[in-house]
């Protein structure tokens, strides 16, 4: 059984850098196409996808967020770390990580079928 956890600080200060690392268990992240998401839920909003980090180790980024944005990860220790610089009140929200499997068959990613419990993550002075 495949989980995944989310952990890092709950408050961070604007303009710093926030920063949270998904500990995988049950898996390897380097398994051949598994991708490995960032997403976030800002309070009283839908989901946002902010990028994945390819079993090969290359990274993609939404263009939103992609100049703030660094998925890095350590296959030592089987963990994942998002860190998105300059943050502001904005970037508040529920930070989650999941997997998803590319289906070379379709063309396209599966439904993404595990998650994180998701961690909070409060911009604030």
């Known amino acids: 059984q495949v989980q995944l956890r989310e952990s890092g600080p709950g408050l961070v200060k604007p303009s710093q850098t926030l920063s949270l690392t998904c500990t995988v268990s049950?898996?390897?992240?380097?398994?051949?196409?598994?991708?490995w998401m960032w997403i976030r839920q800002p309070p009283g909003k839908g989901l946002e996808w902010i990028g994945y980090?390819?079993?090969?180790?290359?990274?993609y980024y939404s263009p939103s967020l992609k100049s703030r944005t660094s998925i890095s990860r350590d296959t030592s220790k089987n963990q994942f770390t998002l860190q998105l610089s300059s943050v502001t009140p904005e970037d508040t929200a529920v930070y989650y990580c999941?997997?998803?499997?590319?289906?070379?068959?379709?063309?396209?990613?599966?439904?993404?079928?595990?998650w994180g419990q998701g961690t909070q993550v409060t911009v604030s002075s």
């Open positions: 999941a997997r998803a499997v590319f289906s070379r068959t379709w063309g396209t990613f599966e439904p993404w079928d595990y």
């Open positions: 049950g898996g390897s992240i380097t398994t051949d196409w598994y991708y």
């Open positions: 980090l390819a079993y090969s180790g290359s990274t």
